[in-house]
């Protein structure tokens, strides 16, 4: 009985860290409503000329992403005066290239450009699609934007209002997931609605600690290249959060923006969703190292189930188990309401199996230091840091072997 009430105190602990997060989201969604209404009572004509700083989105392609043109063409309907737009692709027969042509022509009087460059002086396939871009951008300021990214017409001149500040040195922002007709597109969304949104807040608020998604970063160009520009992280996983790290350890403040943009899932298969989540938890773990124990014991479900699991299946263990996934189900639900979230209330219920599947995933990473990204194989090292995987010795044995196992059970 010893064993249940363990984990009964670890279940209880990430609830509370659960509501935390919820905390989190919804102060900082307050606060948004707290500066629209403070600006409403401004006099238009007594705006910042910063508002109206040039600005260079960098929009790297790689194959045909859910939504992919209506997400490009809202980055043409920005209510802004003065930006371009360049997408940049590794070569012209990349699908994603004709969607970007027809853009360009839906938008003539944009600023649009197309490059197509092949560049492989990194192993991060996006930062060797963004350093054409980069090179060719003409202004001051630019924005780093996924192609799955959907944006309202206010995006650009809500986040640019951080610049004013000389010490901002980056602006990201909380991301919301969209979409979700397939089990593996609302598994994505419920997590990145809840866990992703809640976690970046939460470190936001409570531990002021910068936590950068790649989603869309703006930053000026002399604070990027001070820390070694996109060749400095031409080789590393997760090179959102370490431009974010390096950014705050120059003194720069990094900055979460209150205004939600749209990530768009809809068609994700279960196995994509696997091999996310199991590449983000390997480059977690590399990373934070053991604060990556915490992402554990703050999924309440999976704390709550595990004794159902390694111990016994009574009512008592069972019963606790529903109880908390309940629980989760309602606190889930209740951030998809404030963030008004697409998705239909139905599918808040089959959070529980998520994080279950979540829970599970979390473990890989401690048996595995290897990622396969676009058909190559990397191992990550401290700090996300990319190296080919060797392909011969025993570790190409060991890889092959599991490989041929995978091949075999799917």
């Known amino acids: 009985m010893e064993i249940f009430y363990i984990f009964v105190g670890l279940t209880l602990f990430g609830l509370i860290a659960y509501g935390l997060q919820i905390w989190a989201v919804r102060s900082h969604l307050k606060e948004t409503e707290i500066e629209k209404n403070i600006e409403k009572k401004v006099i238009p004509d007594r705006v910042s000329p910063s508002h109206h700083l040039p600005i260079s989105i960098l929009k790297p392609l790689k194959g045909l992403d859910d939504n992919l043109f209506d997400n490009l063409a809202s980055f043409c309907e920005l209510d802004y005066p003065e930006y371009e737009i360049i997408f ?22 944009k600023n649009i450009s ?59 922002n909380i991301i919301k997931g969209s979409g979700g007709k397939t089990i593996g597109s609302i598994f994505e969304n419920l997590h990145m609605n809840t866990f992703i949104m809640g976690s970046v807040c939460f470190l936001d608020k409570f531990l002021k600690m910068p936590c950068v998604i790649g989603k869309s970063m703006l930053m000026r160009k002399t604070d990027l290249e001070a820390i070694g520009g996109l060749i400095a992280v031409k080789d590393v996983l997760a090179e959102d959060y370490i431009i974010g790290k390096e950014m705050h350890k120059r003194g720069k403040k990094v900055i979460l923006s209150r205004h939600i943009i749209k990530n768009v899932n809809e068609y994700w298969g279960l196995k994509k969703f696997l091999n996310r989540h199991t590449r983000w938890g390997k480059l977690r773990w590399r990373i934070g190292g053991i604060r990556y124990v915490s992402e554990l014991i703050s999924n309440p479900v999976f704390m709550s189930w595990l004794p159902v699991f390694i111990w016994e299946a009574s009512k008592l263990t069972i019963s606790f188990a529903l109880l908390i996934s309940l629980i989760k189900v309602m606190g889930d639900l209740y951030l998809g309401k404030i963030t008004s979230s697409d998705s239909n209330p139905l599918v808040y219920f089959l959070a529980p199996v998520k994080d279950l599947i979540i829970g599970f995933i979390w473990f890989v990473p401690l048996f595995s230091n290897t990622v396969v990204w676009r058909g190559n194989r990397f191992m990550i090292g401290r700090d996300s840091i990319l190296t080919h995987c060797p392909e011969t010795g025993m570790w190409a044995w060991r890889y092959r072997i599991i490989d041929a196992i995978k091949t075999k059970v799917a």
């Not at 990349?94 to 970007?100: F, G, I, N």
């Not at 060797?128 to 192609?147: G, Q, T, W």
């Open 114 to 172: 197309i490059i197509v460059e092949k560049c492989d002086l990194g192993l991060n396939p996006k930062v060797n699609n963004l350093i054409p871009a980069y090179k060719a951008s003409k202004y001051d300021y630019v924005l780093i934007s996924d192609s799955n990214v959907m944006v309202d017409r206010d995006y650009l001149k809500e986040i640019v209002k951080h610049m004013e500040d000389p010490e901002v040195g980056l602006v990201s």
């Open 88 to 109: 940049s692709l590794q070569n012209h027969n990349d699908p994603a290239y004709k969607v970007a042509r027809k853009i360009k022509d839906k938008y003539p009087e």
